[in-house]
């Protein structure tokens, strides 16, 4: 019954149920439903299962999904929404961009925001969207006023922690995470089974404390192919991996996949072994073993890490001076639990 008050508002508590279920299948066909998911790419890959929980309760609505221009092509992609709208960032003191936001979201005549992102931002927009929308509409987020608003202490923990517990607030249960339907299959001349996938960049936030040393990598991808794996390294277009190439069994595809490749990719590594980057959640999600390399100068992996089978981090003190040696032999039980998972 709890759904009932959520699509509908007050009215249940005027109405019997078999009457609020008529409503609901007339009422139905009529709403509009905005979710917001701005960034970045490991959250975007986390926010999947809740897109499919919400977009599955409003089969029968228009979904509509406001993000970035960096995820929009892919965002398009996953099968959920009827409309991908992707707006820049923009400065608060940006007027004219205001105003073209403010008047796309009057004129949707929204009736559910889901606001998945849940920062400053988007708690802007809230009040901004209240003073122009044409009809109230229900915002299941992070506002203080809003009868499905989130928890502080949540913002602790993990994203998927975080939207478990939102879209719990609406009678909504968070499916596995599960992104396989999306590979795109990718052909490399020369590859053999096993092989294992390698994520060695980072972004540079935390004054890049989230990056390993690439000459720890390539010792990392000589042992891997002694031990009988080739080794497929991806990467930005703005990466450098050329120091990996230490032999003919290793593959350097560092800018040359689209997220769909990398999924494919992962979907049929053995494993895959990363900092703790976007493409290492994408390894993740697409049920591939991970293991991801944290410091203790960023955030925790309780709080970011990917999700998974199997998923093992390491944490050191600083990753500048951590060594092949030092991990070498939880990677041999890591790589010992892979074979055993069918």
Not at 30 to 44: C, E, H, R, S, Y
Not at 218 to 230: C, F, M, N, R, V
Not at 253 to 268: D, M, R
Not at 279 to 289: K, R, V
Request: proline share 4%.
């Amino acid at each position: 019954m709890k759904r009932f008050a959520f699509a509908l508002g007050t009215d249940f508590m005027f109405h019997g149920e078999e009457k609020i279920k008529k409503m609901i299948e007339k009422s139905a066909f009529d709403m509009t439903i905005l979710v917001i998911k701005l960034g970045a790419l490991g959250d975007f890959i986390v926010a999947d299962a809740a897109f499919s929980a919400i977009c599955k309760r409003h089969g029968r609505d228009k979904k509509i999904l406001l993000t970035t221009p960096a995820f929009a092509d892919f965002a398009k992609k996953l099968g959920y929404f009827d409309e991908v709208v992707a707006f820049p960032r923009f400065s608060f003191f940006d007027l004219s961009a205001w105003r073209e936001l403010l008047s796309w979201f009057r004129n949707l005549e929204v009736t559910h925001v889901y606001d998945l992102q849940m920062v400053n931002r988007t708690h802007y927009y809230f009040y901004a969207f209240k003073m122009v929308a044409r009809r109230s509409f229900e915002w299941v987020g992070h506002v203080k006023c809003s009868p499905y608003c989130l928890e502080d202490h949540y913002f602790k923990k993990h994203p998927m922690e975080r939207f478990a517990r939102l879209l719990s607030k609406v009678n909504l249960e968070l499916p596995p995470l599960d992104i396989r339907r999306l590979g795109e299959k990718i052909t490399i001349e020369g590859l053999s089974q096993p092989y294992a996938l390698m994520v060695p960049n980072a972004s540079n936030a935390f004054h890049g404390a989230k990056k390993w040393p690439l000459a720890q990598y390539q010792k990392l991808a000589i042992w891997l192919t002694e031990k009988g794996y080739d080794v497929v390294v991806i990467g930005g277009k703005d990466d450098d991996h050329a120091l990996l190439r230490a032999n003919e069994k290793i593959f350097d595809l560092t800018g040359k996949t689209s997220l769909e490749q990398v999924i494919f990719l992962s979907q049929n590594a053995a494993f895959a072994v990363g900092n703790d980057t976007g493409p290492i959640h994408m390894a993740a999600a697409s049920l591939c073993p991970v293991f991801v390399l944290f410091s203790k100068k960023a955030p925790p992996a309780e709080q970011v890490g990917a999700r998974g089978p199997l998923y093992y981090h390491k944490t050191a003190e600083d990753l500048q001076n951590l060594t092949f040696e030092d991990i070498k032999a939880e990677l041999e039980l890591f790589i010992l639990k892979t074979s055993k998972i069918e």
